[in-house]
């Protein structure tokens, strides 16, 4: 999230937000929702796992969902 494809071994800030209620990270790409409920997005996407309706990564936080009734995330990998 924070615009470089870089891996990170300490905590980094992530876009220019200061709000997050929470982050979640996956294998490849992580969600957070903001304390106003909206949904974000960043990473790998290759599959359209971030649910923008693009096949193309992201690397830093996009608006995925604009509804204030989230209030939970949670995030898994399932190895092949």
Do not use: M
Request: a positive charge.
């Amino acid at each position: 999230g924070d615009g470089t494809y870089e891996n990170k071994t300490k905590p980094t800030q992530i876009g220019n937000f200061n709000d997050w209620a929470q982050v979640v990270a996956g294998f490849n790409n992580s969600f957070a929702i903001k304390k106003d409920g909206t949904l974000y997005a960043w990473g790998k996407n290759d599959y359209g796992q971030l649910g923008d309706r693009t096949f193309k990564s992201k690397t830093r936080p996009i608006l995925i969902f604009n509804d204030a009734r989230i209030q939970s995330l949670k995030s898994c990998y399932k190895k092949q």
